[in-house]
């Protein structure tokens, strides 16, 4: 077991180092690759009437001039070991996880990603648990009365829900709900949990439905699926044949075999909305992760955007990581393979 | 209605200043109360005065920071040389001494300036102020390694004679620099390479507010600035808020300008620019710091219902919405093509993606109208025909070898809806005359470094025309004309602002008014300038923008100045206190 | 065989083994695809899907001429529609009118039902030519994949991962800000469109890699795999003579399936901005406008997003019905 873990807790590493020199390579050599040089990049992070010689010594105090494995490296290094950056008169140690300072209000990321984590955290547990719990609700009675109307119809939402855009609700919910009639708070509000918790809710009540109503849909049919599956199998004959109620047979039995893909699924599924409700975010002006990003890479801030990619790629991994260590538990075999 | 109250907005407008103090208080609020005269006039102190900043602040650091709004604001922890007057209108465009006795003394023809400060300044932690650490701040300003958004003023016009940084400078005091002098503990004397008769507007900048060596932590020092100003910062989350509370060591004896009201100042930073404008209507804030105008859905809400606009206040700014028409794009290179676009556009579309009226008025040259000695010429019939001349058009095509139109390409910044509309408003009109347009979007970001900006691009890649705007370092001719129409300033590099002017007569002109002292004198030549760039038909003016500022009803002295085309944040109070 | 009148069907639902077993085979004198187009024929709700998905294409196909006899050009302003104070069209319900049917654009008064009919061809050139790029690599990399296992398999799975590990807006995003305006020949929207397509393609391929890798690797266990290898086939006879007529079902549901979130991919792009340029109408880049409009002009939201719905759905409901029909077991 704990070979397995460790096998994973590589792989796991080896993936993010693989994202962030992806990530690297697409702001740094891709530029590159297209003609700009080291100047070109440096002049957008020096005042609006920067002339070439300011522009040329902030290229070289970017580090742009350096080749790009040595910038790379540079990076890495901050993020594992910290980094000295200079502040004019004298230097000064960034802990690691350096994610560099920012080149635009040379403000350090870090402390920006710590900030705009909790955002995004509770964007994606309140959502995530409006959809599981109604997407699997919703799934089991579409399963149980398989053929009904009411079991069409859900599909049919379902199937609606999956084909929505969310910044299509998204808009409509606002201009329906916050402007038109005032129940919820419009978009860009937000209060820390711990500030209220009241207000909070208020403030995510609206994203949290938009975004767990494009989920639920495909768990619904993931459930019903699941369920119609297992609901054939033998051991659902042998309880009923005991003469089990129903309700057991259904939620003990049938249930808890259709959950297990569902779980994994679910994981997944928070792990890649933790570093990408770019689009719920933009929607709603949410001050999370994927607003950071999208404001960042309009300003070309580097740093912020190689931050925010792996805190992302991060989640998701981590995400992995989890769900195939919980299945592991679950399932000796899977260790072998 | 509607009509009434905008003939009343430049009414007030045109002789704004004129009248000061003015109408009543919470009750008394109508549409425009806060242009031109003080609206809410009291002066009780107490209270908290909460602003929000939908984007993020550039710097608190006086040598690093490049908005209005933040030079505005950074007034009220730190004192420079001289400063804009707090009067509402044209008397917030002039200049009065703030750290210094009196304004600069030239001599040596405009190259040296003199200054003498002011006896017993402290800083927060009590020591003195002195001309030394006027002089340090502005050699720190000069490390654009260190500090690189803040203006390149001194580090252009200062005798530099290769001095790069007080971080690099070798002598123990690091006041190295020779440019200055500080004959004594009150005296500052700036040596420049080359005459300029408004001096006082460099000495306006945030970099003379005095900074104390030993408490200079370069690009970190902006977490917590020294204060010489009547607050200072009692706590400071980059990025997210700060709060300035007063500090004790500023003398009002000192200070014959500052009213310095509330106890105490809460910023909001990088808040959702809605939400803004929700809370400031219900209250819950009161000044949006950025001073840019509400946003397009609010502006109709606040328009359209008469208790919210009589809370609102169309302030004019210095910022001018254009397009330059690039004479090294064939068949622009003609000159009477570049005069069949004057022509052809459609004014009043162009002001309507900008907001309409209410967004600002139809420019007809450069100079906005309330920068001091602007002349309002018209030479392409935009008053009588706003919707565009298109048989004026036709003529200048035929005098330009191409009857049936031509095609070229325009540029905007990508990410800005207004400057997207505007293209596509041009692309419409200008059709009309057979002038076919290519629209092309670029990254804002990239907008003057890589390409617009980029003569080389520019001319390569045919941008005929180029969206883009300009706004006023200054309320006065050399603030606002310089950088877009002085041929010197523009940079093989990129980076340019002044995308298409090049003329010699124009060059000569500006170095004439460098060298005068007389400002009548000087106004008439930027007035004239801006006409002279007109009649070569090089930039299309397109709005000169007004901003829908709100003002929450408890909110007291407001008013808009002309030095920074927003309320003035010096003079602003709290009415409710005990809250 | 009951005829999947409701919309669900998931690939496990009906009788999968039946179906897997004879695919390419003759039974009962009807080979595979007769089998399926009978099924797909009863299942009226992806005829549905399909009906629609055929109307699509003629209306991006003709939209010039629907505009010209129900609308006006697209690019066209009507600001004397154009209320000027609130920058939104006069008249009730955003100014639709019989000139107008889905009423106008707030600020420069545009044709909205122009626009979103002109709109059909960029989401459906883009969404399907980007589907057939994902189907090539996809379809290469799992079969290749599940064919040779071994540290193949392992690599491929493993580049599959990191792609599914990234933040594919947020990469897409910064890949089409860092490609300049000129580059490989292409300016402008020609640029834009191959830089769209090849952005989301590259980015979709492994949903479809790993489901053919699943594929090709139970395959490669059966009996006919085993024959022809036996009588001394090689790799790409196998691949191309066996496997791949074997794989051509699941291929073609997914990659029906892999259009609508495409046609979304595409409009999340263009709603963050980094769409198809100007004037150019994309559905994506009219909500993008909307966005600062919502709380005044609800028409500009509800028209464009309203197509997205109808096209996703369409194709949803046709890929349903598709995978009901020739039942691959796949997920």
Partial sequence: MTAYIIRRLIAAVLLLLVVSVATFAIFFLVPRLAGASAEDLASRYTGKTANAEQVRVMAEKLGFTDPLPVQYGRFAKGLVLGADYSTGPTTEHCPAPCFGYSFITQNPVWPDLLDRMPVTLSLAAGAGVLWLVGGVATGVLSAVRKGSVFDRAAMGVALAGVSLPIFFTGLLALSLFSYKLGWTEPGGSYTPLTESPLAWARALLLPWVTLALLYAAGYARLTRAGMLETMNEDYIRTARAKGLPERTVVLKHGLRAALTPIITIFGLDVGLLIGGAVLTESTFSLPGLGKYAIDAITNNDLPKVLGVTLVAAFFVVIANLVVDILYAVVDPRVRLS | MIATDA?????????????????????????????????????????????????????????????????????LYGRQLVMFAPEPGAAGAKLVPDLAETLGVPSNDSKTWTYKIRKGMRFEDGSTVTSK???????????????????????????????????????????????????????????????????????????????????DTGTKYKQHVVSTGPYKFESNELGKKFTLVRNDQWNPATDPIRTALPDRIEVTIGANADDIDNRLISGNLDVDVAGTGVQPATQGRILSDPNLKKNADAAATTRLWYTSINPDVAPLDNIHCRKAVEYAADHTAYQRAYGGPAGGDIATNLLPPLIPGAKQVDLYNFGSKPGGDADSARQELQQCGQPSGFATNMSYRAERPKEKATAEAMQQALAKVGIRLTLKPFPQGDYFKLYAGKPDFAKNNKLGLMTTGWSADWPDGFGFLQQIVDSRVIRASGGNTNLSVKIPEVDHLIDQALLTTD??????????????????????????????????????????????GMYDYLTLGVQNVQK | MTAPLDVSGLATEAHPEAALAGMGRVIQGRSLGQIAWLRLRRDRVAMAGAAVIILLTLVAIFAPFIVKVLGHPPNEFHQDLIDPTLQTPKGRFGGI???????????????????????????????????MLSMVIGTVAGVVAGYFGG??????????DVFLAFPLLVFSIALVGVVPDHAFGLSGNGLRIALLILIIGFFSWPYIGRIIRGQTLSLREREFVDAARGLGARGPYI???????????????????????????????????????????????????????????????????????????????????????????GR
């Fill in chain 2, 7 to 75: 003939t009343l907005a430049l009414v007030l407008g045109a002789c704004g200043g004129t009248t000061t103090g003015g109408r009543g208080t919470g009750t008394g609020a109508t549409y425009n109360a806060g242009v031109g005269q003080v609206y809410n006039p009291s002066t009780t102190k107490g209270g908290t005065l909460r602003f929000a900043n939908a984007g993020d602040w550039d710097s608190l650091d006086p040598a690093d920071t490049y908005y209005a709004y933040s030079w505005n604001f950074i007034r």
């Fill in chain 2, 133 to 215: 650490d006027v002089k340090y701040a502005v050699e720190r300003s000069l490390d654009k390694q260190t500090f690189p958004n803040g203006p390149t003023y001194f580090n252009d016009f200062l005798d530099l004679r290769g001095y790069t940084s007080p971080y690099q400078d070798p002598t123990p005091d690091k006041l190295g620099l020779k440019a200055i002098e500080t004959p004594d503990d009150s005296t500052i004397v700036f040596h420049l390479a080359k005459p300029f008769s408004g001096f006082d507007y460099f000495a306006q900048l945030p970099a003379t507010i005095p900074v104390p060596r030993a408490k």
């Fill in chain 2, 519 to 564: 400002t009548n004198a000087r106004e008439q030549i930027w007035a004239q300038i801006d006409k002279r760039v007109m009649e070569e038909a090089v930039a299309l003016p397109g709005v000169w923008a007004k901003t829908l500022l709100y003002r929450p009803p408890t909110l007291t002295n407001v008013f808009v100045t002309n030095g920074f």
């Fill in chain 3, 97 to 131: 009118s019989g000139h107008f049917l889905f009423g106008l654009e707030p600020l420069n008064g545009r044709d909205l039902f122009s626009r979103v009919l002109s709109g059909a061809w960029i989401s459906l050139l883009i969404a399907t030519l980007a589907t």
């Fill in chain 3, 151 to 160: 540290w193949v398999d392992a690599l491929v799975s493993r580049t599959m």
């Fill in chain 3, 239 to 329: 691949i191309f003579r066996e496997l791949l007529p074997n794989l051509m079902a699941p291929i073609l549901v997914y990659s029906t399936l892999l259009i609508p979130t495409n046609i979304l991919f595409e409009a999340a792009l263009s709603f963050l901005g980094v769409g198809v340029g100007p004037p150019t109408p994309t559905w994506g880049g009219m909500l993008s406008e909307a966005v600062r409009w919502y709380t005044v002009a609800p028409n500009f939201v509800i028209f464009p997003g309203l197509a997205i719905f109808v096209t996703v759905l369409a194709f949803n409901l046709f890929g349903d019905g598709l995978r009901d029909a020739l039942d691959p077991r």
